[in-house]
């Protein structure tokens, strides 16, 4: 079935970038989306991007998609403390998500 | 309602019971997924409905597992003869057409 990995823990410090990176297994993905959840929160959708595309900017987020390697990351430019929190990247496949262990984003000041 | 309703929130149950999750969607909604995401984990797909099509259970873990939804209105998470191993929070989370999934809060499950 597909696998979607993600690494567990980036830590950065606050107004640096951010990069968090995905990798999924297969290649008739329809959508790719980032979901972010806070602390005893629920899952909130960040941006998503079409498989078509390669590149989506929303503010501080930049998403890229490497169909070839089937890469996706998620940057978020001047990181901020707020955006401590998981992050998970989901595959859309035909209707099924599924959805990566998740990246725990931690920011210092 | 504005959003994805879970009930109840927190479940605390005895080892052996049964339980019943509950979920309540966007109205509209076609899509239906429930997921497990036990303490520090990812999320672990159970089952999607998609309208009135035969469901995709591949990720129900045992057949002590099971899950209801009539065509595009409430859902319902049974396990039945509850373990340990099951205390993790449930998540529901609906989809229209094309669109991005809405998560619900989730239902804390925790067996002693």
């Known amino acids: 079935g597909e696998d979607v990995e993600q690494s567990l823990f980036l830590s950065v410090r606050e107004g640096d970038s951010s990069v968090i990176n995905c990798t999924y297994t297969d290649s008739s993905s329809t959508y790719l989306y980032w979901y972010k959840q806070e602390p005893g929160a629920g899952l909130q959708l960040l941006t998503y991007i079409f498989s078509n595309m390669d590149m989506k900017q929303d503010q501080r987020l930049t998403v890229l998609l490497n169909k070839k390697d089937k890469h996706l990351s998620l940057r978020i430019a001047d990181t901020q403390t707020g955006d401590s929190a998981i992050y998970f990247c989901a595959d859309r496949l035909g209707g099924k998500l599924i959805f990566g262990q998740g990246t725990e984003l931690s920011v210092k000041p | 309602g504005a959003g994805v309703s879970q009930s109840p929130s927190n479940k605390v149950t005895e080892k052996g019971k049964d339980v019943e999750l509950r979920c309540d969607p966007i109205?509209?909604?076609?899509?239906l997924y429930w997921y497990r995401q036990r303490l520090g984990q990812g999320l672990e797909f159970l089952i999607y409905?998609?309208?009135?099509?035969?469901?995709?259970k591949s990720g129900l873990p045992s057949d002590r597992f099971s899950a209801e939804r009539t065509g595009e209105s409430v859902s319902t998470l049974t396990i039945q003869r509850t373990q340990q191993e099951d205390s993790a929070v449930y998540l529901c989370?609906?989809?229209?057409?094309?669109?991005?999934?809405?998560f619900g809060q989730g239902t804390r499950l925790t067996v002693v």
């Open positions: 989370a609906t989809m229209a057409l094309n669109t991005e999934a809405f």
């Open positions: 409905f998609q309208g009135n099509s035969a469901p995709d």
């Open positions: 109205s509209g909604h076609t899509a």
